[in-house]
Structures are given as C-alpha cells and as structure tokens.
C-alpha cells in the first residue's frame, strides 16, 4: 500500500501543457490514426493532447491525478482520457504504464460500427461532454481479461514498429485498425462488467448510463418516458436535465440518433425495403422516419442504399 504521506496531493503543471497531433503523429506517415507504447517508471506532470488516450498500468504502483483529485493505481487500472482533459502521475514503484493513441479521425472512420456497443458514448464521447465527468476508469482485476487486454495492446504496438514506421506497408496500417478497434470493444465490455466514473454526481450519472443502455437494447420499440422514470428513480423533470448534463442531449433526441445511426447501416449492409427498415428501428410510419433521415443526413433513405 502507498504511504499518504510519500507522494504529492497535486502535481504541478508541466512545462508543456498540450500535446497537439503534431507532436505526437506528425513523423509518422499520416495513415497512422493509432499507436500504442509501453512507458516505464512513467511519472508525468499535469498535461492534456489534443487526441484520446489509453492508459493500462501493467507493474508497479502509483498515482493518477486529474482536476478532480488523486487515485492510487495499480496493475490492471485502466484509465480513458478524452481530449483536453487535465492528467497527471507520479510513480511510487516502478510504476509501468501502456499508452494507446487515437487521433479523432480514428473514430470518425469506425463510429457508424463502435457506437453500436451500449457503453461507446459513455467511454468515448467525441462530442467532448465527457470532459467534466473524467476521469474514466476500468478495473481489469481478473487475471484472464487483463491478458486479453494486454495482449491486444501489445498487438497494436507491434502492428506498427514505430522506429520503422515509413517502410511499414499498407496492410500493416489496417492490422494496427482491427487492433485498435478490437481494444476498444475490449474496453466497452469490461466497462459493462466493472466501470467508474469518477467526480461529482456519480450516483446521477450511473441512472443515465442505466437509461442509455436501455435505449440501446429498446431503440425498436416504443419508449415510455415514465419506464424511464423508473430506471433512474428520477421525476421526469429531473430526468430530462441530468440527461442533457450528461450526454448533451434530450432523451428524445439520443434516441432518435442512435436509431439512424442503426437504420443507416440497415440500409448500407442488407437489402430491406425501406418499410422494413423504418420499423426495425421503431418507426411505424415510414413517411416520419424518412423526413427523420433526411434531418440526420440531408438525403434520403434510398440516396445511401448499398443493395
């Protein structure tokens, strides 16, 4: 265990504060949406980069510090830092951490697939309002899955030998996207089993999280303002305002664009009609989730047909 008294309460800032895409990415070729590497002993004053961060502490012990406080972390401590959020760390103990990074881009490419998983909003919210309810945490205890992790990262660094990165062919690019891809999904599904959110309002925020997930398993039926209610143990009032608080939307408004984020790959990978599809994703008046479509994507249904 740390001794209280052998480590800062703060960290001072750091000399550079912002780490932008340029310092990180721009000697690699500009394929490279994402890359990971092992830092060891790694202590760090507080600093903030432009693109999303993975942490994984693998050995060692030490402490995570962010605006709103300090965590003591060990092996398995998994830590999501989305852009411009404050961080910092001071190792007490050789402490050895993983860094994956994704440019923004990188989700954008993929977020049609990743928003999918009931818990993607949550962990990256390339809309930024997870900037004030940082930082994430994952608590990867069972040995099995922290090697699943850990091996998924190792996957990433060596897709893309970062000494060798502009003789790195092409196929190399698209291994270090399906790792990258499949470390994310990795993440999602550990913070399904065992995640935090620390800071203020954490009570509040897991009845949202309760109520986005139910969304993303009832998007196709008709949904009760009042079961939501009920979930969260909210009125409906106060239930609409933590709602936006948390996800910068309205209920109504989440729904409805998870649902053509659904129906948009419904109508790029199958060959339903576009009735069937307007119902698959709880619309039952296909005239209405048309006119939806177009307010989404400024074109209509059959514009983005693939089939």
């Given amino acids: 265990m740390i001794d209280a008294f052998k480590y800062p309460k703060k960290l001072p800032l750091s000399e550079k504060i912002l780490w932008e895409y340029n310092d990180c990415f721009a000697d690699r070729p500009t394929k490279k949406l994402c890359f990971a590497f092992l830092h060891q002993n790694y202590s760090m004053d507080m600093h903030k980069h432009e693109f999303y961060e993975i942490n994984v502490v693998v050995s060692g012990t030490g402490v995570h510090y962010s605006k709103l406080g300090s965590k003591i972390v060990k092996r398995g401590d998994v830590f999501i830092i989305p852009p411009n959020a404050l961080h910092g760390y001071y190792s007490y103990d050789h402490l050895n951490v993983w860094h994956a990074l994704f440019q923004e881009s990188f989700f954008t490419r993929y977020s049609n697939d990743l928003s999918l998983a009931s818990s993607y909003?949550?962990?990256?919210?390339?809309?930024?309002?997870?900037?004030e309810r940082y930082p994430i945490k994952i608590e990867c205890s069972n040995q099995l899955s922290f090697n699943e992790l850990e091996s998924l990262i190792k996957?990433?660094?060596?897709?893309?030998?970062?000494?060798?990165?502009?003789?790195?062919?092409?196929?190399?690019?698209?291994?270090?996207?399906?790792?990258?891809?499949?470390?994310?999904?990795?993440?999602?599904?550990?913070?399904?089993?065992?995640g935090t959110i620390f800071g203020p309002n954490i009570e509040q925020n897991n009845k949202i999280y309760s109520c986005m997930a139910y969304f993303h398993t009832n998007y196709n039926k008709k949904i009760d303002i009042n079961e939501l209610c009920k979930i969260a143990c909210m009125s409906r009032t106060l239930l609409f305002k933590e709602f936006k608080r948390v996800t910068g939307l309205t209920p109504n408004d989440f729904l409805n664009d998870y649902r053509m984020k659904i129906a948009n790959k419904l109508l790029q990978e199958t060959d339903l009609s576009i009735n069937e599809i307007s119902s698959q994703v709880g619309y039952y008046d296909s005239s209405h989730f048309e006119k939806m479509y177009k307010r989404y994507f400024n074109t209509i249904p059959k514009k983005n047909r693939t089939y």
């Fill in 121 to 131: 909003q949550i962990l990256f919210d390339t809309n930024r309002n997870n900037v």
């Fill in 155 to 194: 996957k990433l660094t060596d897709s893309l030998n970062l000494e060798e990165s502009y003789q790195v062919q092409n196929i190399e690019y698209v291994r270090s996207y399906l790792c990258g891809l499949e470390l994310i999904i990795k993440l999602c599904e550990l913070y399904e089993n065992k």
